[in-house]
């Protein structure tokens, strides 16, 4: 059994879905084709929760009448016969009428929540409506009752195998299901989501329960580039990663990926293919255990870095001082992505600033503390960089004009990170991808 995601953009036109329609039913293997919502309708359902959350309510009606007229034309293009549009029209005015009933309730996170999953539970029923209309046979399967998150929002590995696998087994007579990527239930049993991106982290965590024999990620570019397209002109496809590679640059940065959604399939060992649905012969990115290639294979770059700097005289000559400074990190569940230390300071950058205000409190108790907002770490991944003398050349010959705040370089073999300020990225990511790929 196969894992098929397809992104935003895969799903966000009738013609995409069509498109679709023909890949998941290309060969004879049993899937579980996961969806995301149509391009832009996260967003502008963060758009409507934001705009309850600040009592503008007559703004995000607006939105979500913009919304409905969108959703309408789409199933009038996607389908053919009126009564399959009626129906559809009928499946998604339940979805809209939920919506405009919230604007009458006053703003909370967990109805946050609630409307951000629409989006999801709309394209999913759209798309098999459209199947059901073509006679192609399929299992809607509801993320709800089986994607589940503990109360650190880690999610539920075991549990998802468990009620993923009863689901199945209910419909032993089914090669095709259709589920929303995204949503999951959390440990309060609200509904609940994987943050922005996380239709990826989904597909993983499925292809991780169910043993799949791929993880096939479609969207709209042929793979893991070699640096951001969205910054740099002219990047390229790279053919195969191994899971650390992958799972550095999602982390830092690669859009393509979410963040997390590497270590699900690694674990479980299992393929991911990156895959273009408008392209879908271009040969893709694959990754696996092995690398494929020694040398630099990408760079990424993630905004929104806080660096702060500790400095004491009492960190000489001294132990436990960063156990201390750590366990202020921890204490506030807030991750670390880069450290450098000399004897007397020790410079860290987090991304998550809910709690900076009580972390740079606490740990003035140990000396002054210097904060450097708008930083961007360029994280540089490979196969053994560090040990080839010159990839650290060309690197630091290309970055000669760069304010470069921070260098991690040696935590591991296969990557060298840098931290800059923000305003420098784009510079920097071009000199790098001539210093580095000579493109
Ligand atoms: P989807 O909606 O299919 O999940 P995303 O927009 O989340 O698609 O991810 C695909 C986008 O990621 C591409 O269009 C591209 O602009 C961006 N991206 C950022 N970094 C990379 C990279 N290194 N390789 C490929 N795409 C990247
Ligand atoms: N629809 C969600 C988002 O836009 C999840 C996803 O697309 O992966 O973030
Ligand atoms: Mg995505």
Redesign the pocket.
Known sequence: MKVMKF????VGKPERMHQISELITSDDEAKIVVL?AL?GTTNALVEISTCLASNTRTAASQRIDTLEAHYKQFINDLLKTDEAKQKALQVIGEHFEFLNIILKISYSEALNKDILAQGELMSTKLFSAYLSEKGIEHELLPALEFMQIDSFEEPLIGNIKVKLTQLLKNHKDKKLFITQGYICRNSKGEVDNLKR?G??YTASLIAAAISASVCEI????D????????VVDR?IAIEQMSFDEAAE?AYF????LHPASIWPAQQFNIPVKLLNTMQPDARGTLIVEEAGSVGVK?I?AKDGIVAIKIKSSRMLLAYGFLRKVFEVFEKFRTPIDMITTSEVAVSLTIDNKDNLEAILHELEAFGTVEVDDNQTIVSIVGNEIVQTPQVMMHLFDSISDIPVRMVSYGGSKHNITLLIPAKYKKQTLQVLNKGLFNL
């Open positions: 992104g935003g953009t895969s995301s391009s991106g239709s990826d479609w969207t709209d570019i793979g893991m580039h070699n640096n951001d397209p969205r990047t640059l940065g690669a859009k393509i990408a990424a």
